[in-house]
């Protein structure tokens, strides 16, 4: 239920937000004589180059990957407490695509074969498919989460926004920690680093990373394993400066098994006879059922009833290489190579009961190869940056989806049925990009970007069907359904222009204009016929953004406060639609669609402020009051006209409250954060069923260290709010909704040696 009291929280931050903003001057002038620890100038790498986050164009989060250690951060889903305006979800249970939306472009899709139109990258290199931005985030040195289009510098399909993490890179020195965890829900953790040099030139480093838990959902279904995850991570880098060449190599290793988290049943069918529907506000209790007559019995959140055998097994790999040449004083050329793979099998139950209604394997075979060559020049005060960048990457899926296995004999052959579909879908791409950043004045500098991409897509979909062809045989037999081969190729240019004035030695104000593109492609997904397997293909998207805003540092006053108001004009923007089957009990059509424009505008602000030595305030509020579609009608009639875009929020308010204290000559320290998304839609139909209430999140932890000894209470999600990931709408075929839920609360406590 939501609280009476968000309201009001979210308006009193919003408000301090903007007294700091308004009157910063004479409300901490007493504060310049304090002797206190500086807030420190924060680096990033928004346009491939270290800059202070003041001079830098574009609205960037920043993320100290200490923060992330001691908060235990675990991996990339976790990531929306620290930015405005943006929402990651695990979308359709752990191991699925992560849902990344920044500024309200994102895309809620758990096919394995897409790409999300946020990028991430790891070390300046691309990550490709969305199935590989699950990232485990351990030996973290930094996080930039950069909003608005991207597309000069990270190119293609960074139409929302980019996340860039930084792993820490070996150091010259010998030196090493040991982090040993235990938490509830019989889980338990390991980090463990090794940095060592050799010789005078070189070091290497070894990261670890080890988690073993089980899900805040628990199953009541006796038949079923318990659903947990056991992970495993490893990072080898080395190294290497010369005269005039660095050299960063680096090798990692990924491997996951375990049961997937049970998936929770909302049921919206009151009466099993005459089919009347529960209201939304009832869909899910103990009196409301499925098409079949099950609901789970119970009232706790957290309590599913699940026939789910369904292992998860993961493994990833890859390598890549980083040369720096220092040609000059004032010249640098930098190589990136890089190869990656991941094959995953993910089983599911999407039914949410103890019968075989819904259940599936999604198969994954990705294998990823990019290089870029790019060069830095710097002429006095304005800096050159060019390259050419080169990706191919091959995604194989084998997919299954076994419909309504228990009724076979029982209902018509053609509503029984196992799909087998199996793509091939390889892109390969192409691009020169080239940015200028030059100083007309001495408080002006224009940065001006262009990138011209070329990419070619070729996909191979093939499906197969075990149905019932002979009354008296229900194991059925294979037959053939459809196979769908083709080709598409498009080519465009993307760039930014931007101004940065320099008010005065505190305050920078900057306009950007910017524009990007997610490209087309085939939606390998669950296709229940031949004529929606043809339809799959989709277009190119695109988007154009202004920005304006200011960044401001108050160095003596310990202030920091960054603002920022945006519109964009969204074209032929890629929808993933849930749509209820033409026919009665056939399985929902879902299509990944070029739908019409739509206009996003909206306003945020992130402010970070040190009062004392020992506290410090951080506040981010991010606010979209309008994110709809203009006038269309979907492919099967349906009007979105006017309605809001899925998954994203009209307020989202974060904030961290920090305190160290000394206690026995040896420092405390206490944080507490909190984060808040109002409501939102799962689907592009605002459908009352699929819709997540506004909710609250509270994190924190205290941390004392003595010597080289460390001890970390942490805690997320301290109040157990109720909320879910994602909410699939299949009322229609089996009267039920998929419920992914959020995890409940969770604590545990870190002991870590460093060495």
């Known amino acids: 239920m939501k609280s009476p009291y968000q309201f009001d929280l979210k308006m009193i931050l919003l408000s301090s937000a903007t007294i700091a903003g308004c009157y910063t001057e004479p409300l901490f002038a007493e ?95 691309a990550v490709g498919s969305a199935s590989n931005q699950i990232v485990n985030l351990f030996d973290i040195e930094q996080i930039d989460i950069l909003r608005g289009p991207q597309g000069s510098l990270f190119g293609r399909n960074s139409t929302g926004g980019a996340i860039l ?108 006879i005459s089919g009347e529907k529960c209201t939304p506000q009832q869909a899910g209790s103990i009196n409301c059922f499925d098409n079949f007559g099950f609901n789970d019995g119970s009232d706790d959140f957290y309590a599913v009833s699940v026939n789910n055998d369904s292992p998860h097994d993961s493994n990833g790999k890859g390598v890549s290489a980083e040369f720096s040449w220092q040609l000059s004083n004032r010249s640098e050329l930098i190589s990136l190579t890089a190869y990656n793979t991941l094959e995953r099998s993910h089983a599911f139950n999407c039914d949410g009961s103890p019968a075989r209604l819904c259940e599936g394997v999604l198969g994954l075979d990705t294998h990823l190869f990019s290089q870029e060559f790019r060069v830095k020049q710097q002429f006095a005060k304005h800096v050159l940056t060019a390259g050419i960048y080169y990706a191919d990457e091959a995604i194989k899926q084998a997919n299954v989806n076994d419909i309504l296995y228990d009724f076979r004999g029982i209902l018509p052959a053609d509503l029984t049925a196992t ?50 062809v002979d009354s008296n045989d229900l194991k059925g037999q294979r037959v053939p359904f459809y196979q769908v081969a083709d080709t598409q190729s498009d080519s465009g240019f993307s760039g930014q222009l ?65 603002w920022a108001a945006f519109y964009y004009d969204y074209n032929d923007q890629q929808v993933f639609m849930n749509q209820p089957s033409v026919s009665p009990q056939k399985p929902p059509v879902q299509l990944l669609e070029n739908v019409a424009d739509s206009t996003i505008y909206g306003l945020e602000a992130e402010l970070d402020y040190q009062p004392t030595n020992e506290l410090a305030v951080q506040l981010a509020v991010g606010y979209i009051p309008h994110a709809e579609f203009a006038e269309f009608v979907d492919p099967l009639g349906n009007s979105l006209t006017d309605n809001r875009l899925p998954f994203t929020s009209k307020w989202n308010v974060s904030a961290a409250l920090s305190y160290e204290l000394t206690v026995a000559d040896n420092p405390l320290q206490s944080v507490l954060m909190f984060d808040y998304q109002s409501d939102y839609y799962f689907d592009q139909n605002m459908n009352p069923y699929a819709k997540q ?63």
């Open 165 to 272: 993490v930084r792993s820490k890179r070996p150091e010259f020195a010998s030196t090493g920690y040991l982090t040993l965890g235990a938490a509830n829900n019989n889980a338990s953790s390991m980090d463990a680093m090794y940095n060592h040099t050799i010789g005078d030139n070189s070091a290497w480093r070894l990261a670890l990373n080890h988690q073993d838990y089980e899900y805040s959902s628990y199953n009541i279904y006796e038949a079923s394993p318990t659903a947990g995850m056991k992970q495993t991570n490893a990072r080898l880098s080395l190294l290497t400066e010369l005269d005039d060449l660095q050299i960063y190599l680096k090798g990692y290793l990924t491997d996951w098994r375990g049961i997937v988290q049970p998936v929770g049943s909302i049921g919206v069918i009151a009466d099993p």
């Open 693 to 755: 209430s506004g909710y609250s999140l509270v994190n924190g932890h205290i941390k004392y260290a003595l010597d080289n000894w460390s001890v970390t209470v942490w805690g997320k999600n301290l109040f157990d709010t109720h909320y879910s990931h994602l909410k699939f709408d299949l009322s229609d075929f089996l009267g039920m909704l998929e419920d992914f839920k959020g995890e409940g609360r969770r604590y545990g406590l870190d002991v870590s040696y460093q060495f």
């Open 498 to 562: 931007a101004f940065n004035y320099q008010f005065s030695a505190d305050t920078h104000g900057y306009y950007r204009f910017a524009n990007g593109s997610k490209s087309g492609g085939y939606n390998g997904g669950f296709l229940s016929t031949p004529e929606q397997a043809e339809l799959a293909a989709y277009g190119k998207e695109r988007l154009n953004a202004h920005e304006i805003g200011m960044k401001s540092w108050w160095r003596a006053q310990q202030l920091r406060f960054n």
């Open 419 to 468: 799909f087998f579909y199996d793509n091939h879908i390889e892109t390969e791409s192409l691009a020169v990009f080239t940015q200028l950043d030059y100083q007309l004045a001495k408080t002006l500098t224009v940065t001006a970007g262009l990138r011209y991409e070329d990419e070619s897509l070729t996909y191979d979909s093939t499906a197969t069907l075990n149905a019932i």
């Open 31 to 125: 504060q310049r004589n304090k002797p206190q620890a500086d807030i420190e100038v924060i680096n990033v790498y928004a346009q491939k180059r270290p800059q202070a986050i003041e001079e830098v164009s574009i609205a960037v989060s920043y993320v100290d990957g200490s923060r992330l250690k001691a908060q235990h951060i675990k991996d990339s889903t976790e990531l929306a407490i620290f930015s405005p305006n943006l929402k990651i979800s695990q979308n359709a249970a752990e191991g699925t695509p992560p849902a990344i939306n920044i500024r309200g472009v994102g895309l809620v899709d758990y096919n394995t074969a897409n790409t999300s139109p946020v990028a991430v990258y790891i070390d300046d290199i």
